[in-house]
């Protein structure tokens, strides 16, 4: 099914229908405080980017407050395209947006905590949100290619199940907008690494258009989710290319490192659905 686009006091942001129980949002770039080249709803940290560490906390400010999230219990990952999953207790309250992480190369949260919010970002990168309506556990996970090929997204499923016992037959999911195969050309590096961790599976998301590779990255996300037991009913995929559409989001493949990042967030459930 299309996600759904949502504005408000000018901040643009998404949803997916398969979720539409639980407080989630995958973000634009429209709608913040922050000034160019990060403009204007910039969730990448200061640190990364040079962006005024204030404009960035009311950036997270105003996303938190239209997905009716609360940013004192938001956990934000430590990306660096592994395959680690953390699984988020009460204590991690505010990692990454308030307070420091004491944690490092995480991809992707898991939490059954309810009010906790977990916070993936991207600027290109596939962002994969999960729900398991029955237990109430919910997962992110930052998938780009390396992640997608070691597996970050099984993983996250098998978190899901192994910590709060989740079956997958159940879990809900949604898939951001990520770089599209229209603009994801690459070497023969990422086609082998996506062969060898999947087999024929990948084939239908390869293109070889000379003298370049297409990768579906998105396609690829998809198949992890199916391959990992969440039934095709169950997952949303957004068709959004940000390589395509400047305007609404940024790509780290079309303007290099001057950027910002788009997010995407998840709220445990207060009551099961």
């Given amino acids: 099914m299309p996600f759904v686009t949502h504005e408000e006091n000018g901040l643009v942001w998404l949803t997916a229908d398969t979720l539409k129980n639980v407080n989630h949002g995958f973000s634009t770039r429209l709608g913040g405080v922050s000034t160019a080249p990060w403009d204007s709803l910039n969730l990448r940290s200061a640190e990364a980017c040079g962006d005024d560490p204030a404009a960035v906390l009311e950036n997270y400010r105003r996303l938190f407050a239209v997905i009716g999230a609360d940013i004192s219990k938001g956990v934000l990952t430590q990306q660096t395209h592994t395959d680690h999953v953390r699984v988020v207790s009460e204590k991690d309250a505010g990692k990454g947006l308030l307070r420091p992480r004491d944690y490092t190369d995480v991809d992707a949260l898991v939490t059954n905590v309810p009010g906790m919010s977990l916070v993936v970002f991207s600027a290109d990168c596939g962002t994969v949100?999960?729900?398991?309506?029955?237990?109430?556990?919910?997962?992110?996970?930052?998938?780009?290619?390396?992640?997608?090929?070691?597996?970050?997204?099984?993983?996250?499923?098998?978190?899901?199940?192994?910590?709060?016992?989740?079956?997958?037959?159940?879990?809900?999911?949604?898939?951001?907008?990520?770089?599209?195969?229209?603009?994801?050309?690459?070497?023969?590096?990422?086609?082998?690494?996506?062969?060898?961790?999947?087999?024929?599976?990948?084939?239908?998301?390869?293109?070889?258009?000379?003298?370049?590779?297409?990768?579906?990255?998105?396609?690829?996300?998809?198949?992890?989710?199916?391959?990992?037991?969440?039934?095709?009913?169950?997952?949303?995929?957004?068709?959004?290319?940000?390589?395509?559409?400047?305007?609404?989001?940024?790509?780290?493949r079309k303007m290099g490192n001057a950027r910002g990042v788009q997010g995407a967030v998840i709220v445990c459930p207060k009551e099961l659905s």
């Fill in 129 to 252: 949100l999960l729900h398991d309506p029955i237990t109430g556990a919910v997962g992110a996970a930052h998938a780009g290619w390396r992640g997608c090929a070691a597996g970050i997204v099984e993983k996250t499923v098998k978190a899901m199940a192994s910590e709060y016992g989740a079956n997958p037959e159940n879990i809900h999911a949604a898939l951001g907008p990520c770089i599209g195969s229209c603009c994801f050309e690459s070497d023969s590096d990422v086609p082998e690494a996506m062969r060898s961790a999947l087999g024929a599976d990948a084939e239908p998301f390869i293109q070889f258009r000379t003298p370049k590779y297409h990768i579906d990255l998105s396609g690829i996300n998809r198949q992890w989710l199916v391959r990992s037991g969440i039934l095709q009913k169950n997952i949303d995929v957004s068709d959004l290319c940000t390589g395509c559409h400047p305007e609404l989001f940024w790509s780290h």
